[in-house]
């Protein structure tokens, strides 16, 4: 018997990984592998460990809806997280499913055998009908291209392949890039170092981060009383659904936010010529907004500078700017995001006839509710393409694509189907719909250009409306949109 043979395979190991193999074994389908390109299992919160990690929704909506945690903080950091997700692989006992350290290379869909082959870096072939992908939209590092980087002479690393042991402390720094992880080391790592140069290219709208630990009696309460934990995460969810008006383009909405960062920038910075360069000058909403309480006090810290006129290369011992100024550092701290909207499944996939999905995506990436592609059968992709949410839990969005690959899944068993597509037609008539919806946000409309968009400006990587209505669009499959053999 082929011991690399399945009824189902996962890649990835992150929160999609683990939420579907919950699945699976709820439903009784125990002959799965999930396949792991770390040493370890966990994600984005084994894979990002750069000091001040931490998540930016609620914990106690920042987790699967079934599996409430005793979170000790409502924003949790990164070690919490992945102390989560570790206790998620040992109740449920899926650590023997997991294969680490096998960095997927290929996927194949084998049509006369209905069955995908996967092939890993390590020589192993692993083959099933059904592939699920979750190996998570931001994985890739982005690190620019910037003149002079491979002669830089001192210690370089992105955020999210922190190098822990190098020592940082007492060294002169610069982090380059001011998104949601430059927000979260520069406060982090400011009170250690020598000097720290933070180079901002765009200013990104800033809200306060309502953080608090969460007391012994609040979480002694939610233990006895399950039920208030479930109506607490239940209130968040609604909150921060509200917040989609303002994605969506309500102008007044957009306004009321505006004006709450404005006044938290006036608040806590008192230079106006600094103040004036933390102000962007596009649509609240437009990027990412970021949370944070530390990151403007850690930029008037004696020791900390913004430098906001731009890189003009780097050189052996720093970095060398547009205003001809030198900054000579020890360490550069790559805070420059993932390639998220093009290029975010890092392996190719062939579906029917040889087709190459990253020729399928030429014009940029899309697929019916995010999870289902024409011409690729058994092909289930977990925070696919334009799934993203920027105002509430990236698991919620998780869960609802489960509903509909599980459905599937239990239909394909019960009928005896070998395979199962959505057809090309529903899949762009979904598209047309998303896009059309894309149009009218703050990500299209707001004057800037994200890691939401490709470089032609089409938005792959968000949904365009309420997740509510996300839940409601994969709640089951529909039978007559597919075509099954
Ligand atoms: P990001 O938000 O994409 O920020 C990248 C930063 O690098 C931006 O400031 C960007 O400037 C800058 N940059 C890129 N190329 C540059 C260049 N050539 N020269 C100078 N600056 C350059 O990346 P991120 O901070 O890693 O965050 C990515 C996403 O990860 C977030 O939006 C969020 O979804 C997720 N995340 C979540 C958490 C959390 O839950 N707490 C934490 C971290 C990350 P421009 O704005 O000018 O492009």
């Known amino acids: 018997m082929d011991k690399n043979r399945y009824e189902v395979i996962i890649i990835g190991s992150g929160f999609g990984g683990i939420a579907t193999a919950i699945k699976l ?16 299992p966990g994600g984005t919160w084994w894979q990002n460990t750069y000091p001040g990690a931490a998540v930016d929704v609620q914990s106690p909506l920042y987790c699967l809806k079934h599996e409430p945690y005793d979170w000790s903080r409502m924003f949790a950091l990164q070690p919490e997280i992945l102390a989560y997700t ?53 994985s890739q590092p982005a690190i620019p291209d910037i003149p002079g980087r491979q002669q830089f002479q001192g210690a370089s690393f992105h955020t999210s392949q922190w190098n822990h042991d190098f020592d940082y402390k007492g060294k002169r720094v610069a982090v380059i890039g001011t998104g949601a992880s430059a927000v979260q080391v520069v406060p982090a790592i400011a009170p250690q170092v020598a000097q720290l140069y933070v180079l901002q290219r765009t200013p990104h709208w800033l809200l306060p ?7 012994k009696w609040e979480r002694q309460l939610y233990k006895k009383v399950p039920l208030v934990q479930r109506l607490v995460r239940e209130w968040l969810y609604w909150k921060l659904e509200a917040r989609m008006i303002a994605f969506k383009g309500n102008q007044a909405a957009l306004r009321f936010f505006r004006n709450k960062a404005l006044r938290y920038i006036k608040k ?6 600094l103040r004036q360069k933390l102000t962007p000058d596009f649509m609240l909403g437009c990027k990412r907004v970021l949370l944070s309480n530390d990151y403007y006090p850690a930029l008037q810290r004696e020791n900390v500078r913004l430098v906001t006129g731009g890189i003009e290369r780097i050189t052996p011992t720093g970095i060398q700017t547009k205003q001809g100024e030198h900054l000579e550092v020890d360490l550069i701290v790559w805070a420059t995001g993932f390639h998220a909207a093009e290029d975010n499944i890092p392996y190719p996939v062939r579906g029917r006839q040889g087709l190459l999905l990253q020729d399928y995506w030429q014009d940029g990436a ?36 489960l509903n509909y690959v599980m459905d599937v899944l239990l239909k394909m068993r019960q009928y005896g189907w070998q395979s199962i597509e959505v057809k090309e037609e529903i899949e762009q008539i979904y598209n047309q719909w998303v896009q059309e919806k894309m149009q009218k946000t703050v990500w299209q409309t707001g004057g800037c250009h994200s890691w939401y968009q490709t470089a032609d400006g089409k938005n792959t990587t968000l949904y365009p409306t309420y997740s509510f209505l996300f839940r409601k669009a994969t709640a089951r499959m529909k039978e007559a949109d597919h075509l099954v053999e």
């Open 25 to 40: 074994q709820e439903a009784g389908i125990h002959d799965y592998v999930i396949l792991e390109r770390a040493p370890e």
């Open 86 to 138: 570790n206790h998620l692989l040992d109740k449920h006992r899926l650590r023997n499913k997991i294969q680490c350290n096998q960095e997927v290379t290929a996927a194949t869909y084998d049509e006369q055998k209905h069955c995908w082959q996967v092939a890993t870096a390590s020589d192993r072939l692993f083959t099933a009908p059904v592939l699920v992908n979750a190996s998570g939209i931001l």
């Open 209 to 215: 981060r309502p953080d608090r630990v969460i007391p």
């Open 268 to 273: 806590q910075v008192k230079d106006p010529a």
């Open 366 to 401: 899309h697929a019916y509710i995010g999870t289902a592609i024409p011409h690729f059968p058994n092909f289930f992709i977990l925070a696919g393409p334009n799934t993203g949410i920027g105002h509430t839990s990236a698991l919620h969005i998780i869960e609802s694509q």
